[in-house]
């Protein structure tokens, strides 16, 4: 059974294999901040080239120039959700190449809503309506977050916000009426976030199926969908100057 090992990270599954606490600060920043990080470069990354229509793994090798390395969901388009912040079905099976001393960032599902009307608890309620009725798992190098072995997914939920978010121009994640170019929103993003600690030099594998009902008061806007998304991972010692 996992269990928490001296504040940081839950271990017990494998020596080697860690997930950082929820309650910790990876890099003297909380899940939230990492969470937001996240999104401010998820959602800044243009269509042409955006992580989640990526296939492969090719557009990930994009990232922002810190301690962690942020993993991507996988979407088939953008076309069925016009406003594209609760993204449709999609599937992917990605290969990368990543540093020993970078922590890995695995966004398992997201809602985000903006504070233009109503109150931040009623952002935050709608963002939980969204993920109520979400079947989730995940496993790094076969082993499952189930409780058991692994922490439970239940641990990793995560709401970042209010905050900043701009989009533009070449951003999917707007449209010609809600999320034009340039508007500034305040926002707040709730969902399932993992952050592991830098993995051991050699290949590893993470796995993760999301199965969502969407939101039943809103099916319009927040449809199901199905992900299934797979990462092996070559991990290489970081190389001495």
Not at 131 to 154: E, K, Q
Request: hydrophobic share 35%; charged share 25%.
């Amino acid at each position: 059974m996992a269990t928490k090992d001296d504040g940081r990270y839950y271990s017990g599954f494998r020596p080697e294999l860690k997930a950082y606490r929820v309650d910790y600060k990876p890099f003297k920043l909380s899940y939230a901040e990492w969470f937001k990080k996240w999104w401010l470069w998820i959602s800044s990354r243009p269509k042409s080239d955006h992580p989640m229509l990526d296939k492969t793994g090719k557009s990930l090798k994009s990232q922002p120039n810190q301690e962690v390395f942020f993993l991507a969901s996988a979407a088939d388009n953008f076309d069925t959700n016009p406003y594209g912040f609760n993204t449709p079905s999609g599937s992917a099976s990605r290969k990368l190449s990543i540093r020993n001393d970078k922590a890995i960032l695995i966004p398992l599902i997201y809602s985000l809503n903006d504070v233009r009307s109503g109150s931040l608890e009623s952002l935050i309620d709608d963002a939980n309506e969204c993920l109520a009725g979400t079947d989730l798992s995940l496993t790094v190098d076969g082993i499952p977050f189930d409780g058991r072995l692994g922490p439970p997914l239940s641990e990793f939920r995560i709401t970042a916000g209010p905050f900043d978010a701009t989009y533009g121009p070449q951003s999917p994640f707007i449209s010609d009426s809600l999320y034009n170019k340039g508007y500034g929103l305040k926002s707040v993003i709730s969902g399932y976030v993992v952050i592991l600690a830098p993995l051991s030099v050699g290949e590893h594998t993470i796995h993760f199926i999301v199965n969502s009902k969407g939101n039943p008061k809103n099916k319009k806007n927040n449809p199901d969908f199905f992900k299934n998304v797979k990462y092996t991972l070559q991990v290489a010692s970081k190389r001495k100057r």
